[in-house]
């Protein structure tokens, strides 16, 4: 007797959907040997929506594209670089000498990029930048680039250059200007701005004064004009035939001059 064994259609690999929209914008986090991905926070791509490209990616063995922002190790990446321009990319990235060299310049780009950014939403986005949590994928874009892996702490560069960057804001006016000058300087020290931030406060301030006055000048002077259409208007619907000069005139006080041909 022959038994026929049956296929058993469970033992069977389930087909895994592609879970990722394509109306939401991700960030892919590139630390080699492992990649994961999750939605970009809002903060991060307002920061760096210009960075923002389509990638291939592979989750579970279901294949799609996604946009996303590139971060390699806390360093948003553009795909190719830009002619005549520094901005970090993948491919400056990988024909790079020093690659620890590259990236440190790189960051020091991207601060400066942020340079005008809330001291706080600075902080905010650092951490935004070395959380690598999200989902385990693989970037079918990288997988024949020539990376290698970065050995430094990238917590500790993005902040340590935070700080160069604030103390860089905070430069000493008085002790900048060479010569003899800061002993004139001496004598108004009390009006002398010790700081690049306090210089910015002072032309802040000037700049709102002088909208004030412009916007006083406008008023009076729209003012005075309606005053004189209102006073012609008077004079228009008045007879001036005769007219009674004042008391400094050559006329004798209180006479009367009579027009002969009055013009109106």
Request: avoid cysteine; glycine fraction near 4%; charged fraction near 20%.
């Amino acid at each position: 007797m022959k038994f026929h064994l049956k296929n058993n259609n469970n033992n069977k690999p389930k087909k895994v959907n592609f879970p990722f929209r394509d109306n939401t914008i991700y960030v892919i986090y590139y630390n080699p040997p492992f990649t994961y991905i999750r939605p970009a926070d809002k903060l991060l791509l307002s920061a760096f929506s210009n960075f923002v490209d389509e990638w291939t990616i592979e989750y579970k063995g279901a294949e799609g594209k996604v946009k996303a922002i590139l971060v390699y190790y806390g360093l948003p990446l553009m795909r190719e670089s830009i002619p005549h321009s520094i901005i970090p990319n993948i491919e400056d990235l990988e024909n790079a000498s020093n690659i620890e060299d590259y990236y440190y310049v790189a960051i020091q780009w991207i601060l400066k990029y942020l340079e005008n950014t809330q001291p706080n939403q600075l902080l905010k986005l650092i951490d935004l930048l070395r959380d690598s949590k999200g989902i385990p994928i693989e970037v079918k874009d990288l997988e024949n680039k020539k990376i290698r892996n970065f050995t430094g702490n990238p917590k500790g560069i993005l902040y340590d250059l935070v700080d160069i960057i604030k103390e860089s804001k905070e430069i000493n006016l008085e002790e900048a200007i060479p010569g003899n000058r800061r002993s004139i300087l001496g004598i108004f020290g009390f009006l002398m701005p010790k700081s690049m931030e306090q210089v910015r406060s002072i032309l802040y301030l000037i700049l709102i004064g002088a909208i004030f006055i412009i916007a006083f000048l406008f008023i009076k002077t729209f003012a005075a004009t309606l005053s004189n259409i209102h006073y012609l208007n008077v004079l228009n619907q008045t007879n001036l035939t005769n007219i009674t000069l004042p008391v400094n005139s050559t006329y004798p006080i209180n006479s009367s001059y009579h027009l002969v041909n009055p013009l109106i």
